[in-house]
Every structure is written in structure tokens, then in C-alpha cells.
């Protein structure tokens, strides 16, 4: 349903121009969680704002369910289903939780808006008429926005490392959200992230590094090399002070 072709992305940089995103190439198919990780720096979030029009791509591609929407800017991928979730979501001071559901969606009935707050772990009650301002924490603000997201039942949402800045519990909670969200809606989801429990949500997993592609794969495949490189490191750090550690199956 989205299909990129040969796409770069190159920005002004302080000692010239710098190559963000070099010849990338990637095919997404309908109904399917992607995530999206990699190291910093490997261009990962351009990649993000790239598919929802926030960047505009030097060279290459884009198109969505057959349309050529390399040149269409944010609303006009917006109109098509398309939506984009940031690292940190904006706050609006003087609009009610009711107020941005009921936007989102244009449907302003308190029981529909009720259920999306419920499909994000959130009691409606609770929320509905509660301004979107400094007085909710991150996880709360986080899982908010993608009630926004639900309510305009998109064909293909990005979230940009939604985990950033929230606690332990709202992780958990945030990660919950995305199971149901997956379940119940049609939504094609890019998740970018380097987080084990969202790289255990994936049908498949996009490794980047250094602006490119450098792997398409399964969950348990990334999951694996993980678990290898805890044990590469812990095994290295003992035997560099003469000890044998047996628990992480280190004898050199």
C-alpha cells in the first residue's frame, strides 16, 4: 500500500551538505506493524517524516495505494489516510480532550468518544473534559494522541519512538494500547523504535543504519541478535577481569 522508490534525503549541514537517507527503497503492505530501529543517527525519524510529508525527499518516490504522492505536502497525505504521531505530542491549552477527539474524528457523541479513550487504557470519565495542557504526564498526552489517531481510522499511522519520555507504567501501558490497536483496526502501523517490547510487536522488522536499509526481517531474528550482543558484552567484561561467568555461557 506504500511503496518508496530510490529515495534520499539531503539537508544543509554545518560543513556542508549532508546525506541523510541514501537510495532507499521499501514496500509496505496493508494491515501490517513495522518497526522501524537502528542506531541513532541512522535516519530513522527522517524516514518517518519523509512518508507524512514533513520532509520532502531530495530524490525518488513515493506512492500510496498506486498514487504518486511524492510532491503532496502534510494535509494533502492527511486527506488519504495517512497520519504521523510525533516523540513528543503537542499540547493545546484551552481545548478539551472531548474538543480533539471530536475534531479528529467529526463525530462529537459522547459515547463513541468514550470508546476511543477506552481502547487507549484510559477512562473517558476521567479525561473527556480535561485540557490537553502541561496537566496531563507524557504517558497519558501519549496515548491521547493516538485516540486522535483511532478516531481517524487511517490507513496507515506512524508513530515516531513513542516511548520517549514516559515512565515505566505508562510504557506498559503504551505497549497494551498498540496490541489492541493492531487487533481491532485495519491500520498498517510504522512504529520506529529500539525498544524489545515494541520489536516484539512486529510482523516485520526494518533495520537501518547510516541512512540506509540495511535489513528487512523477522522479530525473533532481531530479538536474537540482541539477546547475543547482552551476552557478547557481559561475557567480554568478565573475562577482561580473569573471570569465568558460566551464566552467560562465557569460557575464554
Same mark, same amino acid.
Given at each position: 500500500?506504500?511503496?518508496?522508490?530510490?529515495?534520499?534525503?539531503?539537508?544543509?549541514?554545518?560543513?556542508?551538505?549532508?546525506?541523510?537517507?541514501?537510495?532507499?527503497?521499501?514496500?509496505?503492505?496493508?494491515?501490517?506493524?513495522?518497526?522501524?530501529?537502528?542506531?541513532?543517527?541512522?535516519?530513522?525519524?527522517?524516514?518517518?517524516?519523509?512518508?507524512?510529508?514533513?520532509?520532502?525527499?531530495?530524490?525518488?518516490?513515493?506512492?500510496?495505494?498506486?498514487?504518486?504522492?511524492?510532491?503532496?505536502?502534510?494535509?494533502?497525505?492527511?486527506?488519504?489516510?495517512?497520519?504521523?504521531?510525533?516523540?513528543?505530542?503537542?499540547?493545546?491549552?484551552?481545548?478539551?480532550?472531548?474538543?480533539?477527539?471530536?475534531?479528529?474524528?467529526?463525530?462529537?457523541?459522547?459515547?463513541?468518544?468514550?470508546?476511543?479513550?477506552?481502547?487507549?487504557?484510559?477512562?473517558?470519565?476521567?479525561? $473527556?473534559?480535561? !485540557? #490537553?495542557?502541561?496537566?496531563?504526564? +507524557?504517558?497519558?498526552?501519549? &496515548?491521547?494522541?493516538?485516540?486522535? =489517531? %483511532? *478516531?481517524?481510522?487511517?490507513?496507515?499511522?506512524?508513530?515516531?519512538?513513542?516511548?520517549?519520555?514516559?515512565?515505566?507504567?505508562?510504557?506498559?501501558?503504551?505497549?497494551?494500547?498498540?496490541?489492541?490497536?493492531?487487533?481491532?483496526?485495519?491500520?498498517?502501523?510504522?512504529?520506529?523504535?529500539?525498544?524489545?517490547?515494541?520489536?516484539? $510487536?512486529?510482523? !516485520? #522488522?526494518?533495520?537501518?543504519?547510516? +541512512?540506509?536499509?540495511?535489513? &528487512?526481517?523477522?522479530?525473533?531474528? =532481531? %530479538? *536474537?541478535?540482541?539477546?547475543?550482543?547482552?551476552?557478547?558484552?557481559?561475557?567480554?567484561?568478565?573475562?577482561?577481569?580473569?573471570?569465568?561467568?558460566?551464566?552467560?555461557?562465557?569460557?575464554?
Amino acid at each position: 500500500m506504500l511503496d518508496i522508490q530510490g529515495t534520499s534525503l539531503v539537508a544543509d549541514g554545518a560543513k556542508g551538505q549532508v546525506e541523510i537517507l541514501k537510495d532507499v527503497s521499501l514496500t509496505l503492505e496493508d494491515k501490517k506493524i513495522y518497526v522501524v530501529t537502528g542506531p541513532n543517527g541512522s535516519g530513522k525519524s527522517s524516514l518517518a517524516k519523509i512518508i507524512m510529508g514533513i520532509y520532502q525527499p531530495t530524490s525518488g518516490k513515493l506512492f500510496f495505494d498506486g498514487q504518486d504522492i511524492t510532491n503532496y505536502d502534510v494535509s494533502q497525505r492527511a486527506r488519504l489516510g495517512i497520519g504521523y504521531a510525533f516523540q513528543q505530542p503537542p499540547r493545546f491549552k484551552g481545548i478539551k480532550v472531548r474538543e480533539l477527539l471530536a475534531l479528529a474524528s467529526g463525530i462529537d457523541e459522547t459515547t463513541y468518544l468514550c470508546s476511543l479513550l477506552l481502547d487507549v487504557g484510559l477512562c473517558a470519565q476521567d479525561y $473527556l473534559d480535561r !485540557e #490537553v495542557d502541561a496537566s496531563l504526564s +507524557g504517558g497519558e498526552l501519549k &496515548r491521547i494522541e493516538i485516540a486522535s =489517531i %483511532l *478516531a481517524r481510522k487511517l490507513k496507515l499511522a506512524v508513530f515516531d519512538e513513542p516511548e520517549a519520555g514516559i515512565d515505566l507504567w505508562s510504557f506498559q501501558k503504551l505497549v497494551e494500547t498498540f496490541e489492541n490497536f493492531h487487533v481491532k483496526y485495519d491500520t498498517t502501523v510504522v512504529i520506529i523504535s529500539h525498544q524489545e517490547r515494541i520489536l516484539n $510487536l512486529a510482523d !516485520e #522488522v526494518i533495520l537501518m543504519a547510516n +541512512g540506509e536499509i540495511k535489513e &528487512r526481517t523477522g522479530k525473533e531474528k =532481531i %530479538l *536474537a541478535d540482541i539477546v547475543k550482543k547482552n551476552v557478547d558484552c557481559r561475557c567480554s567484561m568478565t573475562c577482561d577481569k580473569g573471570v569465568v561467568d558460566e551464566s552467560v555461557g562465557c569460557n575464554r
